[in-house]
């Protein structure tokens, strides 16, 4: 399940609680957008146990962050457990596949390589 709304206005500071914000679903994940940019996307999704993600790649540099439980990767052809406080990094077109192996929250945030932005 996607909500539409991003958390934040990309153009504007702001705070937000991650715990707070992080929904879950009983059969599924959920996904919530906290900023979206041409060149970014922060994206918190919450897994219920078992649930996964298929193999698939991104064109964005991906950058993930597990907030809270446990979750099985596989990158690349190479199975990991994350757990929360861990961070796993992907360049663009890495093949990867997650499963939740207890209910688990994770931050990804996937990057645009080339795109310019504005001064920072």
């Known amino acids: 399940m996607k909500t539409n709304a ?5 153009d504007a500071a702001g705070l937000v609680s991650l715990p707070g914000n992080t ?23 919450g897994f219920a146990e078992g649930q996964e993600l298929t193999e698939h790649a991104s064109s ?7 907030l ?3 979750s099985e990767w596989t990158v690349a052809g190479v199975r990991m457990d994350v757990g929360a ?7 663009p077109g890495t093949r990867h596949a997650v499963r939740a192996a207890e209910p688990f929250s994770m931050l990804l945030t996937l990057v645009k390589e080339g795109v310019s932005s504005r001064d920072e």
């Open 85 to 91: 406080g861990e961070v796993l990094h992907m360049p």
């Open 68 to 70: 809270s439980g446990r």
């Open 6 to 10: 991003s958390l934040f206005d990309p």
């Open 23 to 45: 929904q879950f679903s009983p059969q599924g994940i959920v996904s919530r957008a906290l900023v979206t940019t041409p060149g970014m996307r922060v994206t918190l999704f």
């Open 60 to 66: 964005s540099r991906a950058i993930v962050q597990v």
